[in-house]
């Protein structure tokens, strides 16, 4: 009878410990993603939304995207001590695309697909060494990739 009851609270505690990374994971910032501007997004996630032009953070993605709905980017920088990367769309309804916390041995390397509703400006922002940079590349898309009007049929008048 103990061997029963120590096996089901082993049961019991090894299922907590395996649900609890689940519950972190799912602490996420949703008024910063729900924000419809982009000052009030970055203000969301970093905490303010003064920003630096830096050279020193490398964006990459197409200038002409045939479809808005997977638009490869990479972000590479060299910046010291980054703590925040974010990935923002201007134009589309909820700016902030990609929201990353990075750990202090991390190297601030990034691929990814973001959604773009119309053509726009793509901007990634780095926190570090406690400041915010930011670097832009205009995107111009040939087919919509959210909202109404993402129809073949219209995409071709």
């Known amino acids: 009878m103990q061997r029963r009851l120590f096996v089901r609270r ?20 949703r008024r ?3 924000s419809p501007a982009i000052d009030a997004a ?7 939304s003064d920003t630096i032009t830096a050279l020193e953070i490398e964006l990459k993605l197409p200038t002409t995207a045939h479809l808005g709905e997977l638009v490869p980017v990479m ?3 060299h910046l010291p001590k980054v703590s925040r990367l974010a990935l923002l769309v201007h134009e589309n309804p909820r700016p902030l695309a990609a929201l990353f ?4 041995n991390t190297l601030p390397e990034l691929a990814a697909r973001i959604r773009l509703s119309q053509s ?7 926190e570090s060494d406690g400041q ?3 670097n832009s590349q205009p995107v111009q898309i040939v087919l919509s990739g959210c909202g109404p009007g993402n129809d073949n049929d219209e995409a071709a008048s």
């Open 120 to 126: 726009s400006e793509v901007s990634v922002v780095v």
């Open 132 to 134: 915010l940079f930011r």
């Open 75 to 77: 972000v590479l920088t």
């Open 32 to 34: 910063a993603f729900e």
């Open 101 to 104: 916390e990075l750990g202090p």
């Open 10 to 29: 082993l049961g019991v505690a090894t299922a907590a410990l395996l649900l609890a990374p689940l519950h972190a994971l799912a602490n996420w910032n």
């Open 42 to 48: 970055l203000t969301e996630a970093f905490g303010r």
